[in-house]
């Protein structure tokens, strides 16, 4: 076993029982949100891990493990995405005229996304707040989602339950962990084609501050 020098972290993901106990670093991680007419505002995250073999070499002589427990086969993939937009997954609605976007009890709250319990949930791939390249292209769902503020950025703590869809599994067998630090929000896209101000007056009821916010380059960002 050989430890190599990583870059400095964003963050890091762990997959429970997985060869690497001690998780990977996060090389790259963008979280922002867009305006949906349809929805209300909606919140996006996008994350992309460090190499699988960045930090440890894990060698393994049993050729006939399970793909979860096989450094060979997590090596054949070499890194993950987890993204609500890599694939134009759905992510998932922060605010709706009835319940509003408080942004300053953002930290107050978790979010629950997907709710699951040991199988995917019905419906579409693409409907789900969510994508992951695992080990392939597989699912993820049952995300809990809580946001931290501190020292002028953003953290962000994450958990949720994947299944190798890759290989068609539907059994959310296994379990996944996210801590991102340093982050900043990008602010609400306007969608294309939508002025200024329809879209203002489309913002001020998805908010309980509509006065905080103002736009900047179509996205509206805290003022």
Not at 196 to 222: H, M, Q, S, Y
Request: proline share 4%; with cysteine.
């Amino acid at each position: 076993m050989a430890t190599k020098t990583s870059k400095r972290e964003m963050g890091r993901i762990w997959f429970a029982k997985n060869p690497w106990p001690n998780g990977h670093a996060i090389a790259a991680a963008t979280w922002s949100g867009r305006l949906d007419p349809a929805r209300g505002l909606v919140f996006d995250l996008d994350l992309e891990s460090a190499s699988y073999y960045a930090e440890v070499d894990v060698e393994s002589d049993d050729l006939d493990a399970d793909s979860w427990d096989s450094p060979i086969v997590w090596g054949n993939y070499h890194s993950c995405s987890l993204s609500s937009t890599k694939w134009q997954h759905s992510g998932f609605v922060v605010g709706t005229p009835k319940k509003p976007l408080a942004w300053s009890k953002l930290s107050e709250h978790t979010f629950r996304v997907d709710r699951a319990k040991t199988e995917l949930p019905a419906g579409e791939a693409l409907d789900r707040a969510f994508g992951i390249y695992l080990l392939g292209h597989d699912a993820v769902a049952d995300h809990r989602i809580t946001f931290e503020r501190a020292r002028g950025a953003w953290s962000i703590d994450w958990s949720a339950k994947v299944a190798l869809a890759y290989v068609g599994r539907t059994e959310l067998e296994h379990r996944m962990r996210a801590e991102l630090r340093g982050l900043a929000f990008r602010g609400f896209e306007i969608p294309k084609g939508m002025s200024a101000k329809a879209a203002a007056e489309a913002f001020a009821p998805l908010v309980t501050d509509p006065k905080a916010w103002g736009i900047e380059k179509r996205r509206f960002v805290r003022a």
